[in-house]
């Protein structure tokens, strides 16, 4: 497994589990409920509204993981040398 295809999966693994302690302390303070009917629904699926909100934890920590890599392997010092 290459360098890139491990950081990719290590991020996308703490993301998820990040994402499952997110979740759980949100919607721990949040009625589901109430968020939907602020949005305007009314009949909302609460079940939806719990893999509307991990879906949204875990591509937000997927992306500043990801970004967090690519900035620290930017300034790399080998690559400052080569530069």
Do not use: H, K
Not at 2 to 28: D, H, P, T
Not at 35 to 43: F, H, I, P, S
Not at 45 to 70: E, K, M, N, R
């Amino acid at each position: 497994m290459g360098s890139v295809q491990r950081n990719v999966a290590i991020v996308g693994w703490m993301a998820f589990l990040m994402a499952i302690a997110a979740e759980g302390v949100f919607f721990s303070m949040t009625d589901p409920l109430l968020l939907a009917r602020a949005m305007g629904l009314e009949q909302p699926d609460v079940l939806g509204i719990y893999t509307i909100g991990f879906f949204s934890f875990w591509s937000s920590f997927t992306l500043c993981g990801l970004l967090a890599v690519c900035l620290t392997q930017a300034f790399s010092p080998a690559r400052r040398q080569a530069a």
